[in-house]
């Protein structure tokens, strides 16, 4: 179609479509609300409400809340889409798009009933838009660019209104060259708390919310690959990888809410040590109380929202992270061939003469590569790393530690430092006499359908070789 004739039906079309979502007059601007903008990628101490309906703030993990003004009881905010710096953990930079100086963007915090007014300036090279993911709105709102509204072109500023009708856990991203915005790290969180007390949602003494993202940034570049796929090898939690995550520092008995929301590509198994929750929340709302159950691990597909709830009724330093184990390392190489157990006693080093840089990884696993002081490229974080108070935790990306504490006050988000385990709660090394060999069984026809025609395979298992050390650094 040639391009007169396509602008010419585009015209036509956008004419005699009502659009909710309009771009500002000239008046009109000269009233926006002042952006606010944040640059620091630490938790912010949770926003309380200084006008409108009370709620108890949510924290959200390396982000924050946008402040709004009140207009004629209307709830105004400004999110600016731009390009923005993220440290998404010591020493690892990206340049990502987000919002008000962040990626994610800031958190959105309303009450149920609420009318909200979000005026949204496009900074980018690009046309945006966005979804308010999971809201009941006028289908003029949504926010699906060829479908609800223009696209916003760059330097314009559009205003999108709509009622926060339902109480719960939402998020908002862009529907317009979805796939290079969202790899970009463009999205944000949204919470509506309800109005009065609801029957399905507990007070609680902490929220926090993060969403699930992930990135493919080639070790030592700063700007993801936007025609990838599924196979990212960032995976983070805003836009941040451990250790570079907050940790969640709550009271000992402290009723704890976890929102998590998943704009990545892949579904995570989201796992806590050391406690029993609820899924108490879903992308729908509030769960009814008969359809919960006790678990440790729930999973978010791709698109989901879950809010987790549990007593934090054991002291402690307790994991809390994504159970798929590749989500738990940072960028690495994917083509390191399985070494576990292969002798490399001298091949190093004749491999050495031929290539200067070669590199044995992985003749114990994989363990040692945490401690490894092999060179990286600048603006790149190790595999796996994280210092704990008893060595490497030997962990990257989705990793994040729950720190209950009995002396931490309630509305203290401040990290009480490394648990100090109690004498006698600590697995220790056994020092007794060592077990003699086990004796194997010889005999076949133990199955009840023995194999008849096997014959005997000869496998020696390699035990770790204490006087080889055999890692040319
Ligand atoms: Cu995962």
Not at 141 to 152: A, F, H, K, Y
Not at 334 to 347: E, N, R, S, W
């Amino acid at each position: 179609m040639e391009l007169s004739r396509r602008k010419a039906l585009f015209a036509g079309f956008a004419a005699s479509t009502t659009l909710a979502a309009t771009a500002v007059s000239r008046v009109a601007l000269a009233r926006l609300p002042e952006p606010v903008l944040q640059t620091s990628p630490t938790t912010q101490p949770p926003l309380t409400p200084e006008s409108g309906r009370p709620y108890n703030p949510v924290v959200t993990l390396n982000g924050w809340t946008l402040p709004w003004r009140m207009n004629n009881g209307v709830k105004e905010f400004h999110l600016i889409a731009e390009p923005v710096v993220r440290e998404m953990a010591p020493g690892f930079k990206a340049h990502l798009w987000g919002y008000n100086g962040q990626s994610p963007g800031p958190t959105i915090e309303v009450v149920e009933g609420d009318k909200v007014r979000i005026f949204v300036t496009n900074r980018l090279p690009e046309h945006t838009s966005i979804h308010w993911h999971g809201q009941r709105l006028p289908s003029g709102m949504d926010g699906v660019t060829g479908l609800n509204q223009p696209g916003i072109p760059s330097g314009k500023t559009f205003v999108y209104e709509f009622t926060a009708r339902r109480p719960g856990t939402f998020m908002y991203h862009p529907h317009a060259d979805e796939m290079t915005q969202m790899a970009m790290g463009m999205m944000g969180f949204w919470v509506t708390h309800p109005r009065k007390k609801h029957p399905l949602i507990a007070e609680v003494d902490r929220d926090f919310c993060f969403l699930l993202n992930a990135y493919d940034i080639d070790p030592g570049s700063y700007t993801p690959k936007i025609m990838t796929m599924l196979d990212f090898n960032i995976w983070s939690w805003n836009s941040r990888v451990f250790p570079g995550i907050d940790s969640l520092n709550v009271r000992l008995n402290d009723r704890v809410r976890i929102r998590v929301g998943n704009l990545t590509m892949t579904n995570h198994p989201i796992h806590l040590h050391g406690h029993e929750f609820e899924v108490t929340g879903t992308d729908g709302g509030p769960t009814p109380k008969q359809s919960r159950w006790p678990e440790v691990t729930t999973d978010v597909a791709v698109g989901q929202m879950r809010q987790v709830e549990f007593i934090a009724s054991e002291e402690g330093d307790w994991a809390f992270h994504c159970h798929k184990s590749h989500h738990t390392m940072n960028a690495m190489g994917h083509a390191v061939p399985t070494l576990i157990g292969v002798d490399h006693t001298g091949l190093a080093g004749r491999i050495k003469r031929v290539i200067p840089d070669y590199m044995v990884m992985g003749e114990r696993g994989m363990a040692d590569m945490a401690e490894m002081e092999m060179p990286l490229p600048e603006n790149t974080i190790p595999m796996m790393t994280g210092e704990g108070p008893y060595g490497s935790v030997e962990m990257g990306g989705m990793f994040s530690v729950l720190k209950v504490r009995n002396n931490q006050k309630s509305g203290d988000y401040s990290n009480p430092g490394w648990y100090k385990q109690p004498r006698g709660t600590q697995a220790f090394e056994w020092k007794g006499p060592q077990l003699p060999t086990a004796p194997r069984s010889k005999s076949s026809g133990q199955g009840a359908m023995p194999r008849s025609d096997a014959t005997e395979v000869e496998v020696q298992v390699r035990k770790p070789n204490k006087a080889h050390h055999g890692h040319q650094h």
